[in-house]
């Protein structure tokens, strides 16, 4: 299994996952040329993903999905809910406008979606079932819900957002209203709420974590880690044995194999 965030933060994002020979895209919040690109670095090329998952309208998750998809019709699958806000769907095959459920399969991964707070039309994370280990997609989390814990729990690998820092949010350049979206239940979650929810949960040892989708404005890579970390240490954990941590960024790819 593989994993390759090709970009992360709330200017663009595209992760590559590879269970096997199964190859799938989530979210196309960069260019065209940018996801070929870091296909490209990885040794892939658009022909060889399976399909095209997306987890809400948002731009920073399709900025690049209309070029890409009229450019090598890979099947996208996403929640009518969110194919409704995708004008762009008009121009693509109609084979690759694929429904989802909460359940579904894209060749032989198992893959459940699951509800997320936060303000698009109807948001989803998404975890992955394949040769007995699970990996999970849970950004743009206005709030933790029972459903997101319930999906992270004894995951191999999560793809965690840790969007802002509170004080930096509070003191940095947004205008009061978009500050408020963010914070809100249905915007993004803090450094700290990552580092308690990681704290908490159950968690099979060994569970690699990107700390993904940073604000550049209102967060650090450094600030990130040290706040998840100190939530994990003082609730007893070993970082960097019972979860190691990861650090993902905007412009260049962060790759694990597991
Ligand atoms: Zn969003
Ligand atoms: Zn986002």
């Not at 970009?7 to 070929?36: H, P």
């Not at 007995?132 to 950004?139: N, R, S």
């Not at 319930?150 to 793809?159: G, M, P, R, S, T």
């Amino acid at each position: 299994m593989e994993i390759h965030i090709l970009a992360s933060g709330s200017t663009g994002n595209a992760a590559v996952f590879k269970f096997g020979d199964t190859a799938i895209l989530l979210d196309a919040g960069i260019s065209a040329r940018r996801i070929e690109r870091g296909l490209a670095e990885v040794g892939m090329r658009a022909g060889d993903l399976d399909g095209v998952l997306l987890t809400h309208e948002h731009n920073d998750h399709i900025k690049g999905l209309d070029v890409f998809i009229r450019r090598h019709h890979i099947p996208v699958y996403t929640r009518p809910g969110t194919w409704e806000k995708l004008p762009c769907r008009h121009g693509f095959p109609p084979e690759c406008c694929l429904e989802i459920e909460q359940e579904f399969n894209v060749r032989n991964v198992g893959i459940t979606a699951f509800d997320i707070s936060h303000d698009a039309s109807d948001p989803v994370g998404f975890s992955f079932i394949y040769g007995g280990k699970k990996v999970v997609m849970a950004t743009d989390l206005g709030v933790v819900t029972a459903g997101v814990e319930k999906a992270l729990e004894y995951a191999d690998a999560v793809v965690l957002e840790a969007n802002h820092d509170l004080d930096m949010l509070e003191n940095g350049p947004y205008p009061r209203f978009l500050k408020q979206r963010i914070k809100s239940s249905s915007g993004h979650l803090s450094n700290i709420n990552a580092g308690r929810l990681l704290s908490r949960i159950n968690c099979r040892e060994g569970m690699r974590v990107f700390l993904a989708h940073l604000s550049q404005h209102n967060n650090h890579p450094d600030l990130a880690e040290k706040t998840v970390r100190r939530f994990l240490i003082d609730s007893g954990h070993e970082v960097g044995k019972d979860i190691i941590l990861h650090r993902t960024a905007p412009d260049h790819r962060t790759s694990l194999a597991l």
